[in-house]
């Protein structure tokens, strides 16, 4: 061990009696090969109207005594800022495509009350709207996605919300926006046509969603120096049809954008969405079966990308997975459509091996959004009426900050021995390395083994490394998980390496994930 604060990890893993040291692996790092830049935006938030995600998690009015800024928990908000959350999605998710915007502006107390048919059959009060979102990105410090209600609204209703936020005119929209309170346009960086179109946007064919693409996005216009990225519904799962139809079927005009294609991969421990696996409780099966799954995504970009390369071999459009994470069957006696599950250890090496997957894609995978923020699937952070708890996720999200808009630097992986539990096996070390804007080398190392740590050895092709600084998430138990009693037990610590004899040997804990950086 090379330091104190690495020697207390390893110590308290070794009571645990669960560390055995496995043989060494090598990760050579190319810092003279610079790759494509990691856009912020892979690290981009979803906040739909279901369950408690806004309502109660992030919303809880004006009048609340849970301290507010303008009807936003000032400690959810906080937190999000902390964590350097670069983009928030909204308003669904399926919610989208029967979200009209006209019923979310305008004093609160004349919006329409509805019923949200997709989530729990539950009060829709509208009282977050357009105004209300934009005033959370603004304290988040955020960009904001916008998704348009392509499946039950029309051309009309799309083209006149985007008017109604980015018009700088005297229209008659543009003066309604500047009479509910703010004067300036909205500043969108992304804004979807629909939402899952072959699903709940619709039960579309791909060909049946590509003509009403090019029929709605002829309609929708911006300012020329305010225009958002403009994202097609795709596919999912095995699914390419939808990336290659698109990209061989729209074609921009003068006055018609396609920038990217949304995709949707959701992590199930068992695959069978009947009955998905417990997020507690689970034994060392679903653990690597959850993992082996979520590493699945790298095989469906690829495929993907494939189809894409083909028809758009420029790279011009993106391939966005504004939605992905862990499912879970939903805690007992919670109401099933507000999918409300715990979060463990697992949800935070899951987030690590997607992050390490997606920069290996950096050069078509340039969004990403995690279902969900706040109190819905693999959330960031839980609250129970004032109380709010930050997940093991949370933390994934937070030792990744340096990647944000990184430089992608290629490495290789020797000597990595799979990990295996009957006839299911992966790769037992995860890793992705990159420039960081203020110049510094990060690197991140996974190790998904339950049952043993691992030594890898780092080099660079520049010459060695003097030290690594950084830290390390791990606990003693898979479904290790914070509670409101014990709200701090599973958080990083501070660790360090230091070159011995020309090496430099970061020890990895079991069912670790490590983010350390070098001058």
Not at 82 to 93: I, M, N, Q, S, T
Request: net charge negative.
């Amino acid at each position: 061990m090379n330091t104190m604060k690495k020697s207390i990890v390893a110590a308290s893993l070794f009571l645990s009696g669960i560390l055995s040291v496995s043989a060494q692996v090598s990760v050579t790092i190319d810092v003279n090969k610079p790759g494509p830049v990691i856009n912020k935006d892979v690290y981009g938030q979803f906040a739909e109207h279901l369950g408690a995600g806004i309502y109660g998690g992030l919303w809880v009015g004006p009048d609340s005594p849970v301290p507010n800024t303008r009807g936003w928990r000032n400690d959810v908000v906080g937190a999000l800022k902390d964590l350097h959350v670069p983009l928030v999605r909204w308003p669904g998710g399926c919610f989208a495509d029967e979200y009209h915007w006209r019923e979310g502006i305008g004093e609160p107390g004349t919006r329409p009350t509805k019923v949200n048919t997709n989530w729990g059959n539950v009060t829709e009060s509208n009282a977050v709207g357009t105004h209300e979102f934009f005033d959370l990105v603004d304290q988040i410090g955020a960009d904001a996605y916008i998704n348009g209600n392509l499946g039950s609204g029309t051309p009309q209703e799309m083209a006149e919300w985007l008017e109604y936020m980015t018009s700088d005119s005297s229209s008659s929209l543009a003066q309604l926006r500047r009479k509910n309170g703010h004067p300036a346009p909205f500043r969108i960086s992304y804004f979807a046509v629909g939402n899952e179109a072959w699903g709940c946007g619709g039960n579309m064919t791909v060909q049946h969603f590509t003509d009403l693409y090019n029929q709605y996005a002829s309609f929708l216009k911006t300012p020329k120096e305010d225009t958002p990225q403009f994202i097609a519904s795709g596919g999912h799962d095995d699914d390419t049809t939808w990336s290659d139809y698109l990209t061989a079927h729209i074609h921009p005009q003068w006055n018609m954008h396609f920038d990217a294609i949304s995709f949707h991969y959701y992590t199930l421990p068992t695959g069978v969405w009947e009955k998905k696996g417990a997020a507690t409780g689970f034994g060392e099966e679903q653990w690597i079966a959850t993992l082996k799954n979520t590493m699945r995504i790298d095989g469906l970009i690829r495929n993907n990308v494939a189809k894409m390369d083909k028809n758009d071999p420029a790279k011009k459009v993106a391939f966005d997975i504004d939605e992905w994470g862990t499912w879970y069957d939903v805690e007992p006696f919670t109401n099933p459509g507000f999918l409300y599950q715990k979060n463990t250890l697992r949800d935070a090496l899951v987030a690590a091996l997607n992050f390490n997957i997606f920069h290996a894609h950096a050069d078509r995978v340039r969004m990403t959004n995690i279902a969900q923020m706040v109190n819905v699937l693999q959330s960031m952070i839980v609250t129970d009426g004032s109380r709010m708890l930050l997940t093991p996720t949370y933390y994934a999200y937070q030792l990744y900050v340096p990647f944000q808009n990184a430089t992608v630097l290629p490495l290789q992986i020797r000597n990595n021995p799979a990990y295996r539990l009957g006839a299911t096996s992966i790769a037992e070390v995860s890793a992705s390395a990159a420039r960081a804007q203020d110049g510094k080398l990060v690197l991140s190392l996974v190790n998904t083994n339950p049952g043993r740590s691992v030594d890898v050895n780092v080099n660079v092709s520049a010459g060695a490394i003097a030290q690594l600084h950084g830290h390390i998430l791990s606990a003693a138990t898979m479904d290790a998980l914070n509670t409101f009693e014990h709200p701090d037990a599973v958080q990083p610590l501070p660790y360090s390496v230091v070159a011995q004899h020309g090496r430099l040997i970061v020890t990895l804990p079991p069912m670790s994930v490590a983010v350390l950086s070098a001058e």
